[in-house]
């Protein structure tokens, strides 16, 4: 692509142009994988500044460097775009480069604490299942009409996203279903993309480490429905304190879903299960496999979005009557002993008194409910003691363990949770870092009829220590333990 026909989309203060027209061949933000005929783009990140590696770039063949400061020494053969916040314009970049994809989509971005990865997903498999070719953009796993993709974020890069996203239009896909993070939105990895329309899930606290507090943590999120088109919709959720606020200057269609009040979109729980529930949606009774009436709201939210996005309310019951869990959200494994293992993502307070709420509406007092929990490492501390506090409250044994302690000492992080707890508390609790002599312990402690919950990593089949990321999968554990 010509670069002035790449840069009509940005604002710019400078533009050095060498002699020769530019013909930029692809776009980058990390300069190892700049390739010759690239742009960088020199974005000041939270871990590193991307102007240290202008040089490495031009090294690597780059043509076109975008920059927020000027290098000492420029390269004659070299084009240098100023601008004010390279991390801004990113977005616009990558959508202009890969020839504006999502406006070739239906896309819809699905934000909140909790029910991303289930909403987005079970999005992808029902419109599939529907007929149609569709992409997936998810914690778990990226797909394009079938083909998965490995994912490192929630939400990639503006430029991976734009990739993924022109992949999807090139395979013939109709439809795309994505996680929008709120490190995303506060990072503006979605600049330049048109939204069919948005989901808000809830709001909880989460990434406090990054957002440092409430207030900022809800602008992040608000801001993907203040950026809504109008020819757009807006899902949100009125059981949530927060849903009215995401969508009180959006300019989209605004639709709304509730278990509790009078909404666009109502479910009333007839039956529960550990397996599975009876719910009327809108007057029209169905099955689920999925639990829990945190998944009530889940199925709700892909409800609205199916009808919204013009399917038929009868069709669309039918197809999701045979959606399964998403891999790591409440999947249930049973021994031949009569012991449930359910791993579940739960890695924040709210969604560890989901999970374990849920657990406990069906046991109604008839089996002990056993959890094993650790928190993340270099994450928000805070949030920490809540999570261990609420694991007691709802559990008659909680066993405190190793998540991804990162570049954390694994008891520093359980003392952390443990300081949240009084000494009653402490007597039910039992602490052990290894993560898989935790599981193995919970089962052992286990009888017919209880509920072991394992939760943190979900879908994860890794642990993170130092750096390094070590194979473990609480599934394979739990099936290893129960031999089968």
Do not use: W
């Not at 009876?278 to 689920?288: A, D, M, P, Q, Y």
């Amino acid at each position: 692509m010509n670069l002035s026909e790449l840069l009509k989309e940005i604002q710019y203060t400078r533009v050095i142009m060498p002699k020769d027209e530019v013909d930029v061949l692809g776009v980058n933000i990390d300069s190892r994988l700049i390739e010759k005929g690239d742009m960088f783009i020199a974005v000041r990140g939270t871990q590193t500044d991307g102007h240290a590696y202008i040089t490495a770039a031009e090294e690597k063949g780059a043509v076109a460097i975008v920059c927020e400061e000027l290098p000492e020494r420029q390269n004659p053969n070299v084009a240098y775009i100023n601008v004010v916040n390279a991390q801004n314009i990113t977005g616009k970049l990558a959508t202009t480069f890969y020839g504006n994809p999502s406006q070739k989509l239906k896309l819809v971005g699905v934000t909140g604490t909790n029910g991303k990865t289930t909403i987005a997903t079970l999005l992808y498999t029902l419109f599939s299942e529907m007929g149609h070719r569709c992409g997936l953009l998810s914690t778990v796993c990226n797909y394009v009409n079938g083909t998965a993709y490995p994912s490192t974020h929630t939400t990639p890069d503006a430029i991976s996203l734009n990739r993924l996203l022109a992949k999807m239009v090139e395979e013939g896909c109709e439809y795309a279903f994505m996680e929008v993070s709120s490190h995303a939105l506060a990072q503006e990895r979605v600049g330049g993309l048109e939204f069919e329309g948005g989901i808000f899930t809830n709001l909880t606290r989460d990434h406090m480490d990054f957002h440092e507090n409430m207030e900022n943590y809800l602008k992040a999120k608000k801001s993907f429905f203040d950026n809504l088109p109008r020819n757009a919709f807006a899902i949100t959720n009125l059981d949530d304190k927060n849903g009215p606020v995401m969508v009180q200057n959006c300019r989209a269609d605004i639709k709304n879903y509730s278990t509790r009040t009078i909404s666009d979109y109502k479910a009333r729980l007839i039956e529960t299960h550990l397996d599975g529930m009876i719910l009327e949606f809108n007057n029209r009774e169905f099955n689920t496999m999925l639990t829990g009436r945190f998944n009530i709201s889940n199925l709700l939210a892909i409800f609205g979005a199916a009808v919204e996005l013009g399917k038929d309310p009868e069709e669309v019951l039918c197809v999701m009557s045979t959606l399964k869990p998403v891999s790591g959200r409440f999947e249930t494994i049973r021994s031949s002993e009569g012991v449930t293992a359910i791993v579940d993502y739960a890695h924040t307070p709210d969604a560890i008194k989901n999970v374990l709420g849920t657990v406990k509406d069906v046991l109604r007092g008839n089996g002990n409910i056993i959890t094993v929990i650790g928190a993340g490492g270099n994450r928000d501390k805070g949030k920490r003691p809540i999570m261990a506090v609420e694991a007691v409250k709802n559990s008659h044994k909680v066993i405190l363990t190793s998540d991804n302690p990162r570049n954390e000492e694994p008891q520093d992080i359980i003392n952390d949770m443990l300081a949240g707890l009084s000494d009653e508390q402490k007597k039910s609790v039992l602490s052990i870092a290894d993560r898989k002599e935790a599981i193995r312990t919970a089962c052992a402690l286990a009888g017919k009829g209880d509920v072991v919950v394992v939760a943190g990593k979900g879908h994860e089949d890794y642990q993170e220590i130092k750096g390094v990321k070590h194979h473990f999968d609480d599934k394979e554990v739990i099936r290893e333990i129960f031999n089968i």
